[in-house]
């Protein structure tokens, strides 16, 4: 059952370590994904993540829309890292390329009924290239609005409707044709 | 088309469906039941995703927790109980003297020089920026590392294991220096491309722009220093520790990092291992190896299909797929 964070109540100041362990058990992997489309390197997104984490602990930090607040502390975290590093943002012309090799290798799964259907589709979705996963991710699982998605990386919304629609053809794709396609057949 | 359609279809499950959008859907509703089928398949795909459950976290929460507990400082301790006991002046002087000094190597070790390692995996292609603001571009399969006090040592040094297109930033005082298999490179500000993967007896330098200085590290070779110049390229070979310059187009030098693939007159086998790094796939070539087949051609960012099928073409080449592996052979070159 997942839980919704965002309308959870809070009763006391004190932050409830339960209720913490759930929400990073909750964010953590998504917020990284998330980091690394800005700063591009593992390592320094899970220290961005990690010390937000920390951060809002000793802090005690307990805001209203704690999911918006997560994603928006992690934007600026990364933007802030990169004009140290004096970096501009990568291009990511090889991470689309990537799509014709996702869509030739993909493990064949022998059962797609119920349960089945969701573990295909998580894996199926690890493959679409890193923005439109990101995309996906965020207005499927995280509920983030177009307006809130284009905020957070940066692109406009139409883009964004852009990903949503291609990332959707894709995964129907992949659903269909079940097994892996033939790499000889040009 | 069928990109047009899909964005209706999104539309339409948003919720934020057009004038427009629906009429475009509704035609293509009512063309067959195959489409009808397709939205039904979508709509489930759409609500499903929503309770896919998180992935979990790369550090576990208990890991993670010991962080929020704030731990006292050992060596400080030590120092201040040394204080608090009031012993003779000169043995204080003395535990006191000892203490800092093992308190200094303590804190001197952590400030060991750390080595930073980025890696392009196989399939992958990434762009680095150094400390000095260079950019480095690595090819799938490679490795680049440097230190992490870079930018405060007399030479920039870098140490590269695979291909990677440098665009060095000029600075006269501290020259850029790659070490890569047996060869170490020298500029003071230039673009070049170094091919040196492990497994291969060739390595290749190729100069965009700016002078590059090129020094062979075993003992043979060791007061050879060559110098290229734009459009320069340069191979040594391992195996029979030659070199041999050669010309290349200005544009050629660093095509591959805008995902071209050139081949010319490159032996089959490096070709198989080219294809094997860029598309991440297992290629069995031996059946082909040693049919002395080179291939000439270029390819701008095309899908695995494109070149296999080229392969045929030319080199009667044929691929057959048997699981994840893609298997060669024939090849009438001799």
Known sequence: MKVDHDLAPIESKSFDLKQFELLYNNKNHSLQKYAVYYVNDLEVAKSIVNDLFVQMWFKELTPLNIKSYLYRSVKNACLNYLEQQQKNILFYVEQDELTELADLIIEPQKDHLETGHLKFLQQVITLLPQKRQLVFRMHRLEGFSYAEIADLLQISPRTVEDHLSKAMQFIHAQATHFLYTNLTEA | MEDKIWNCIVKRLNGTETADSKIILDLWLAESELNQKKY???????????????????????????????????????????????????????????????????????????????????????????????????????????????????????????????????????????????????????????????????????????????????????????????????????????????????????????????????????????????????????????????????????????????????????????????????????
Not at chain 2, 160 to 182: C, M, R, W
């Open chain 2, 40 to 334: 039904k398949e979508a709509k489930s795909i759409w609500e499903l995703s929503p309770k896919i459950q998180p992935e979990e976290p790369s550090t576990p929460f208990h890991q993670f927790a010991t962080q929020l507990v704030p731990k006292p400082e050992p060596s400080s301790k030590k120092i201040s109980l040394f204080w608090k006991y009031g012993i003779a002046a000169t043995i204080t002087a003395l535990f006191l003297m000892t203490g800092l000094y093992f308190y200094k190597n303590n804190h001197q070790s952590k400030q060991e020089i750390d080595w930073i390692v980025k890696r392009a995996d196989f399939g992958q292609m990434i762009k680095i920026n150094l400390p000095d603001s260079s950019t480095v571009w690595l090819n799938s399969g490679s490795e680049i590392s440097f230190a992490s006090t870079f930018s405060s040592q007399p030479s920039r040094l870098v140490k590269l294991i695979g291909e990677a297109y440098f665009e060095v930033k000029h600075d006269q005082k501290h020259p850029f220096i790659v070490k890569s298999n047996t060869l170490t490179t020298t500029v003071y500000g230039t673009s070049f491309s170094i091919k040196a993967y492990q497994n291969e007896s060739i390595t290749s330098i190729a100069v965009n722009s700016g002078k590059v200085g090129v020094l062979g590290a075993d003992q043979k070779n060791k007061d050879l220093a060559i110098m290229l110049l734009p459009n320069d390229q340069l191979i040594y070979n391992d195996i029979n520790k030659s070199f041999a310059k050669s010309n290349i187009a200005n544009g050629d030098v660093n095509s591959w990092t805008k995902g071209v693939l050139l081949f010319e007159q490159a032996p089959i086998e490096e070709v198989v291992q080219t294809l094997a790094r860029k598309y991440n796939v297992k290629i069995d070539a031996t059946q082909i190896s040693g049919s002395g087949c080179r291939l000439t051609a270029r390819f701008n960012s095309q899908p695995i299909q494109v070149v296999l099928k080229a392969l045929k073409l030319s080199l009667q080449i044929r691929s057959t797929q048997v699981g994840q592996t893609i298997y060669l052979k024939g090849g009438n070159c001799m």
